[in-house]
Every structure is written in C-alpha cells, then in structure tokens.
C-alpha cells in the first residue's frame, strides 16, 4: 500500500472519530450550560453527528463521488478503490466515536 494512501486513511479514521467525539462531548457542555441533561445531549448528538463527521472526513465536496464515477465509466478501478477505502476509513471513526460515546453516557442506541 501506498504510503500517502496509509497516511489519507489514517487522517480520515482520526478526523471523523474527532468530529464525533468532540463535537459530542462540546456539546454536552452546551446542554450543561443551557440546564437540559449533558449525557441525554452527548447521545443524541453521537447519533447526528455521525454522518458529517463522515462527510467531513472525505472532503466535504463531491470530489468522491465523481472519482468513483470515473472509475467505474472510465475504468480506473484503482480511483474507485481507494475512494471506497477512505470512505470505509472514516465510517470506521465515526463508528470507534459513537461506541466511546455510548460507553461513556451508558446509553444504548437505536
């Protein structure tokens, strides 16, 4: 594997778990301050949070989406590949994010 294909995967793991965890906990601070339940929040933002924490850790743009098109209607599967691999590397840190998450409030989720 490529070193700078190592190095995007591992940045994306990290920044989506980032994206989710911080924004979470942030948040709690918020309902904390703002007199509603923090862990009730922290939750309830884990589970929104997941998907952009995803988008933000893919760029944010439709650069993926058109990388995976021209792999598949132009035949550069190697593009597709590694789309799929960032993709699956920022699903795998929004998904380490909200276990942390339900380990830490003790709640289960939906």
Known sequence: MD?????TLIMN???AFG???GGSLIGGIGAFLTGHPPLDQIHELALKLKIWAIVAAIGGTFDTFISIER???????????KTLLMVFSALC???TGT???Q???QEQFR
């Not at 209607?73 to 593009?79: I, P, R, W």
Request: charged share 10%; net charge negative.
């Open 3 to 7: 070193k700078n294909l190592a190095a």
């Open 103 to 105: 380990w830490l409030t």
């Open 71 to 81: 792999g598949i209607f132009e035949g550069t599967h190697g593009d597709v590949l």
């Open 99 to 101: 276990l942390i998450i």
């Open 19 to 21: 994206v989710l965890v």
């Open 13 to 15: 793991f990290y920044v």
């Open 93 to 95: 840190g929004a998904q």
